[in-house]
């Protein structure tokens, strides 16, 4: 800690200028790791050695490789590095290093203390100790000493990493007390943003510290910082954390996932787990993209993933405990792992979805594989026994024999023997033929390469996958796709690399029929090129989700059919029917297959038939669960194509509750909320249709973009409180303080001092607030329960409310009530932001009356210790956290305002 007289030194320098910060991520998700909300200061490692004069020179010199102009400035503190005692001893002199905290919050503005002996107001910061690992680690301790922060405050910024921000040479003025004599510091600067959006009540070292104070970066205190933090701010320095490191979820698109064994040495990261690879970010990485390439070609160079695209942001946890954003990209790669040319770490290595819980994973590793799972379904393999081709099987193609093989059963699941007469005495023989769908991702969707059929072929002018046809019963399907894949495209394929698709039975409209096998290939070598022009006169890339017209039906069905996940389909056309595909005369149909039935994951039977009775067939199950206790979500994918939602409520009073909201309210918001297809109040179910986009809590949006999606919720529940007229309020029906007792009971625990009488000072005061009309509300609109899709837009936008598009989901919760009640948990997103209040206000179409404000303070209040509660109760320390953080805040603006509508009283 700083105990001696400290006074500004002369000998700062100008600033030169700051790079360009890299660019900002855009991850998909937020995926929280292994911040806990106890997590603890560091301790002093059991060997207790400060940090040694290499480490600190090697800091200090990658300072001066980014301000070389203050190397003449820091001489002393060159020599004091070059010397033979400690440089960060209190008794080296004529002076020793120190570290200060540069911490800044969303408002950009920087901690300062005052100090108690000196009178002085710095940035948190003191001595470096015995045990301190790093020069890092000890700026860490000594912010948390002084300032009561815990570690996973803090962040590191994306604009200076883990380097220094500043170097003060500062004088220290003679302590006789202590027998020192004036010397000077040499303070090292290392900068941190705080994780939250709201600075947390701070727990100053009384001792030492008188008081806390938060100053604008042009009010800083030190000339040198103060000038390198408006340059910085000029790039991005913005007190928003984004990630700092970059990963990579590797998969092989059959339900595999690339695993990496870390080292066992000191100060490694997550040592002796499972992990995913890449690493940080560093200063020369242009973008988060170039620092897990490059990552890549460190640790195994030659693995190169294709397709990569950001898919989540944990929030892991460093070895000093600082939150760690990281940028985690999701990519295919199918080779073998044994053979990887791995450079760090001990093992690389594949495992399955159902080997994660029997692993030792990186925290938060398993929860982030298993959504992955579910948003991308791994490839269904089939038995390798079928194929297909063109219309009409060429010249030299042998028919074969495609047989039937039922599989008959009693009522009471007995197998039936016996034999099966057939229904002719000369056995049906047809072609087989192979398909070829070889895929690449791209960021506009899934590609597949295609061919136009040329010269004296069936369907020329017709585009077609690449196909063909087995040579004879001494060639299987798979040797047959590898060779017409190689004769057609000059693509080399592994047999590794197959996989089966869709096998379709097809019929021409002359009556010929034919069994072919499609098959998804992700990975080959060589460029596809037009190899037989005399029978193929084009070739290109096509989105699985705009195939082009003009398309052989044939093909047509089995793409089809394996956009859906079918494994089997039936293509019977009629006479009359065109070659080529016209929607008109679609004659697809799949046949469902067994593994479509619930599984260990799916719905239970009662579900699977009340679901099918109102949508026809289901093909697959996804399980879309929130991640809480009795959260039962599935995404149903239909046979004959669409997409629904399953939800089984987990009370009647949440399923009446959302009945009631969808079949009143709901309707009213059009394209922008669900539609109710069924529900069973025995069952507790409903079956609702799907909206595209994805939640607003895990999306990374410009400031102006959020701007105008703020501007569409606030409209959207403004259509929800005027879905019906408003009523007066029933007696008694204020704000819920009859449970505050039991909840405050519950969270007493985890409260700061203070903030019981905070909430029972507003329970007091809300008996004397007016009552507020009732109106429809949506009783959890919160940013993770509405959708937002930059592409779609409909006609309510077009019309009223132009803008984002956005809808509303999860209507469990929903109730007449006072309107306010739907800005209880909105108003967290938009704390720091009045941007974002203010375009929220503009599409809601009026401002909160003074009586409405009141109310919001006592529900938000009362509703985050609810939350503290529950989370106690139920062992979930992030939503304790964010009662704390939301109690924190309300006590912050309402501090010297004893009325909750912040009017002195």
């Given at each position: 800690m700083r105990t001696?007289?400290?006074?500004?030194?002369?000998?700062?320098?100008?600033?030169?200028?700051?790079?360009?910060?890299?660019?900002?991520?855009?991850?998909?998700?937020?995926?929280?790791?292994?911040?806990?909300?106890?997590?603890?200061?560091?301790?002093?490692?059991?060997?207790?050695?400060?940090?040694?004069?290499?480490?600190?020179?090697?800091t200090v010199e990658t300072y001066l490789s980014r301000y070389a102009e203050e190397r003449d400035n820091l001489v002393e503190l060159l020599t004091v590095l070059g010397g033979a005692e400690e440089p960060s001893s209190r008794a080296t002199l004529p002076g020793h290093v120190t570290c200060s905290a540069v911490v800044i919050d969303r408002d950009r503005r920087v901690l300062h203390i005052g100090h108690r002996v000196t009178g002085l107001t710095l940035c948190p910061g003191g001595h470096i100790e015995a045990g301190d690992r790093t020069l890092l680690a000890a700026t860490v301790r000594e912010v948390c000493e002084e300032a009561g922060l815990r570690p996973g405050d803090l962040c590191l910024t994306p604009q200076f990493l883990d380097e220094l921000i500043d170097v003060n040479v500062h004088d220290i003025d003679a302590n006789p007390a202590k027998g020192e004599a004036a010397h000077p510091h040499f303070d090292i600067r290392f900068a941190f943003y705080l994780t939250a959006e709201q600075p947390p009540v701070l727990a100053l070292q009384d001792e030492e510290v008188a008081r806390a104070q938060w100053l604008p970066y042009s009010d800083v205190r030190s000339p040198t910082l103060r000038a390198k933090l408006l340059t910085a701010e000029q790039h991005g320095l913005d007190g928003r954390p984004e990630p700092v490191s970059a990963n990579a979820l590797i998969h092989d698109g059959a339900g595999r996932y690339l695993r990496h064994l870390r080292d066992d040495r000191e100060g490694m990261w997550e040592p002796r787990l499972l992990a995913l690879l890449g690493g940080k970010r560093s200063r020369d990485d242009a973008s988060l993209d170039a620092t897990l390439l490059r990552e890549l070609a460190e640790e195994v160079p030659g693995l190169e993933p294709t397709g990569l695209v950001p898919f989540a942001v944990q929030e892991a946890t460093s070895v000093d405990g600082l939150a760690v954003p990281i940028a985690v990209y999701a990519g295919h790669w199918n080779g073998n792992a044994e053979a990887v040319d791995l450079r760090e770490g001990v093992l690389l290595t594949w495992c399955t979805v159902d080997m994660l819980d029997r692993l030792r994973?990186?925290?938060?590793?398993?929860?982030?594989?298993?959504?992955?799972?579910?948003?991308?379904?791994?490839?269904?393999?089939?038995?390798?026994?079928?194929?297909?081709?063109?219309?009409?099987?060429?010249?030299?193609?042998?028919?074969?024999?495609?047989?039937?093989?039922?599989?008959?059963?009693?009522?009471?699941?007995?197998?039936?023997?016996?034999?099966?007469?057939?229904?002719?005495?000369?056995?049906?023989?047809?072609?087989?033929?192979?398909?070829?769908?070889?895929?690449?991702?791209?960021?506009?969707?899934?590609?597949?390469?295609?061919?136009?059929?040329?010269?004296?072929?069936?369907?020329?002018?017709?585009?077609?996958?690449?196909?063909?046809?087995?040579?004879?019963?001494?060639?299987?399907?798979?040797?047959a796709l590898i060779r017409e894949a190689r004769e057609e495209t000059g693509v080399v394929i592994d047999p590794a690399d197959v996989r089966a698709a869709v096998t379709v039975h097809h019929r021409s409209p002359g009556g010929a029929s034919r069994t072919g096998s499609f098959f998804e290939v992700r990975r080959w070598q060589g460029e596809p090129r037009i190899a037989e022009p005399d029978v193929c006169d084009a070739m290109a890339w096509a989105s699985l989700d705009d195939l082009p017209t003009g398309m052989v039906a044939y093909c047509r069905a089995g793409l089809d059919a394996y956009t859906t996940g079918a494994r089997l389909a039936v293509h019977f056309q009629l006479p009359g029917d065109a070659i080529a595909f016209a929607p008109a005369a679609d004659r697809l149909r799949l046949v469902p297959d067994v593994t479509t039935r619930a599984e260990a994951h799916g719905p239970d039977a009662a579900i699977v038939e009340f679901a099918e009775q109102a949508v026809g067939r289901i093909a697959q199950w996804t399980d879309t669960s929130w991640a809480r206790e009795n959260s039962r979500v599935w995404r149903a994918d239909g046979v004959q194509g669409g997409t629904w939602y399953v939800k089984v409520h987990q009370s009647k009073r949440f399923h009446g509750r959302e009945v009631r909201g969808l079949r009143t309210w709901?309707?009213?918001?059009?394209?922008?909320?669900?539609?109710?297809?069924?529900a069973d109040d025995a069952l507790r179910a409903v079956v609702i249709t799907a909206l595209p986009g994805r939640p607003l809590h895990s999306a990374v949006l410009?400031?102006?973009?959020?701007?105008?999606?703020?501007?569409?919720?606030?409209?959207?529940?403004?259509?929800?409180h005027q879905a019906s007229p408003p009523r007066p309020a029933p007696a008694g029906s204020g704000p819920a303080v009859a449970k505050a007792d039991r909840h405050l009971a519950g969270a007493r625990s985890h409260l700061l001092p203070g903030d019981e009488e905070f909430v029972r000072d507003l329970v007091r005061q809300s008996r004397d607030l007016p009552p507020l009309e009732w109106v429809e509300t949506h009783g959890d609109f919160q940013l993770r329960n509405i959708l937002h899709d930059p592409d779609t837009r409909t006609a309510e936008n077009e019309a009223e409310d132009s803008g984002p598009y956005v809808a509303v989901i999860d209507l469990e919760r929903s109730e007449p009530g006072p309107a306010v009640r739907d800005l209880v948990r909105l108003s967290d997103a938009w704390h720091g932001r009045p941007d974002l209040l203010a375009a929220f206000l503009a599409g809601y179409g009026r401002p909160l009356t003074p009586a409405e404000q009141a109310r919001l303070v006592i529900d938000t209040a009362l509703d985050s210790v609810s939350g503290i509660a529950y989370g106690a109760a139920h062992d979930d320390p992030e939503l304790v956290e964010r009662g704390r953080r939301t109690l924190a805040r309300l006590r912050a603006a309402h501090r010297n305002s004893p009325s909750p509508t912040g009017e002195p009283g």
């Open positions: 001696a007289t400290s006074t500004s030194h002369p000998r700062e320098p100008p600033p030169p200028p700051l790079p360009r910060a890299p660019p900002k991520g855009r991850p998909r998700d937020r995926v929280r790791r292994s911040r806990s909300a106890s997590t603890p200061c560091p301790q002093p490692a059991s060997v207790h050695v400060p940090p040694s004069s290499s480490h600190i020179r090697a994973l990186s925290p938060g590793l398993e929860t982030l594989i298993r959504r992955h799972a579910a948003e991308h379904p791994a490839a269904k393999e089939l038995p390798h026994f079928t194929g297909p081709l063109a219309e009409e099987a060429p010249p030299g193609s042998e028919p074969h024999r495609v047989s039937v093989h039922p599989h008959l059963h009693d009522d009471q699941g007995r197998i039936t023997s016996g034999e099966i007469a057939t229904s002719s005495s000369q056995r049906h023989t047809e072609s087989v033929g192979v398909h070829l769908i070889l895929r690449r991702e791209t960021a506009g969707g899934p590609q597949v390469l295609l061919s136009r059929r040329a010269g004296q072929v069936y369907a020329a002018g017709l585009w077609h996958l690449p196909s063909g046809h087995l040579d004879g019963p001494h060639e299987d399907i798979v040797t709901a309707p009213a918001l059009g394209a922008a909320a669900p539609r109710l297809v069924a410009t400031p102006g973009r959020e701007r105008k999606v703020f501007n569409r919720i606030g409209a959207l529940a403004r259509r929800i």
